[in-house]
């Protein structure tokens, strides 16, 4: 079982993302190559998703993006880990990364659970999808703006600019620091929602 103190992270510290992605990789997706550059970061405290992959169009840079609410000390460990467990699972799939693609649609036939249980995984997928039932509306509300403001630009970001200027990518709807890109020249974003009716 991961823990916080196998991480490494404590109840004062901010979440590192990176120390959970290497640790959760090598302990559960050791045979998952690497291929390419994968950053991750803490990214919107968006309102219907965890988290998000996307590849680079040259291919040489994975992006995960985390909800800046996981953050919070007060969301549970297994939030976060189920979270960024779901996009490597994406990433080993072929999806937001630059490995053969195993399937036609990323959450087909639930895939990804399946394979999150396969790895170990199950029971955090379970705990998360039962907090997030049971709390996160009432959670989103109470912070939804997290201090997030400021903050320099990921690698990504500053790649992401520069192929909406030069491809064309089409962004639907900005709302609240929400963003949803629906499309790209290499077919729909790989994005996690919350599947929740939020009353506002
Ligand atoms: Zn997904």
Redesign the pocket.
């Known amino acids: 079982m991961l823990s916080a103190t196998e991480h490494g992270p404590n109840t004062t510290s901010v979440r590192d993302l990176t120390t959970y992605l290497d640790c959760i990789w090598q302990r559960h997706f050791s045979d998952i190559p690497r291929v390419n550059e994968v950053e991750i970061a803490y990214g919107h405290p968006w309102k219907q998703r965890l988290g998000l992959i996307r590849l680079s169009l040259d291919n040489k840079l994975s992006f995960i993006g985390i909800n800046a609410l996981l953050r919070h000390h007060s969301v549970p460990e297994c939030v976060l880990i189920a979270t960024i467990a ?2 490597v699972t ?1 990433y080993a799939h072929g999806f937001g990364s630059p490995l053969p693609r195993l399937y036609q649609h ?2 087909a036939n639930n895939v ?1 659970d399946r394979e999150l249980e396969q790895r170990g995984l199950g029971e955090y997928v379970r705990s998360c999808d039962e907090w997030i039932d049971r709390e996160w509306c009432a959670f989103y509300q109470m912070h939804r703006k997290p201090p997030c403001f400021g903050r320099r630009a990921t690698r990504y970001e500053t790649t992401l600019a520069l192929d909406i200027r030069q491809c064309l990518w089409y962004i639907d709807s900005v709302f609240e620091g929400m963003y949803h890109i629906i499309n790209s020249p290499t077919g729909p974003y ?3 929602h919350v599947s929740i009716p939020c009353s506002s």
Do not use: N, S
Request: hydrophobic share 10%; no cysteine; charged share 35%.
């Open positions: 779901h996009e994406h990323p959450h990804v790989q994005k996690r």
